[in-house]
Nanobody, 125 residues
Framework: QVQLVESGGGLVQAGGSLRLSCAAS????????MGWFRQAPGKEREFVAA????????YYADSVKGRFTISRDNAKNTVYLQMNSLKPEDTAVYYC??????????????????WGQGTQVTVSS
């Protein structure tokens, strides 16, 4: 099973940017589909973005489309989430997740096999 560690979260003003990283160990990410999810206090975990094993297919939640970009560097075994034009409603703990079937991308968090510990993103107004 792959181990995932997120980093890059923090406090930022509305309109600012952050870049989250998800570093993998134990397995190579080149065969995994990867996703980013987030969970705000009192809310359910929600899909943010995902891509397939090659990064050639990407999907975004409507709420982040045009502002967030998911990318991956399989040589570095790392997945990124570039977040621009951040809004207070983006405040949440952000998690990266890996799905062993790298060809199919899912928005359902139950479809993912491995999870990181999460990184807090706080956007102030």
């Amino acid at each position: 099973q792959v181990q995932l560690v997120e980093s890059g979260g923090g406090l930022v003003q509305a309109g600012g940017s952050l870049r989250l990283s998800c570093a993998a160990s134990g397995r190579t990410l080149s065969s995994y589909a990867m996703g980013w999810f987030r969970q705000a206090p009192g809310k359910e975990r929600e899909f943010v973005a995902a891509n397939n094993w090659s990064g050639g297919s990407t999907y975004y939640a409507d709420s982040v489309k045009g502002r967030f970009t998911i990318s991956r560097d399989n040589a570095k075994n790392t997945v990124y989430l570039q977040m621009n034009s951040l809004k207070p409603e983006d405040t949440a703990v952000y998690y990266c997740a890996a799905r062993s079937n790298g060809y199919i991308v899912h928005r359902d968090y139950l479809r993912y096999d491995s999870w990181g510990q999460g990184t807090q993103v706080t956007v102030s107004s």
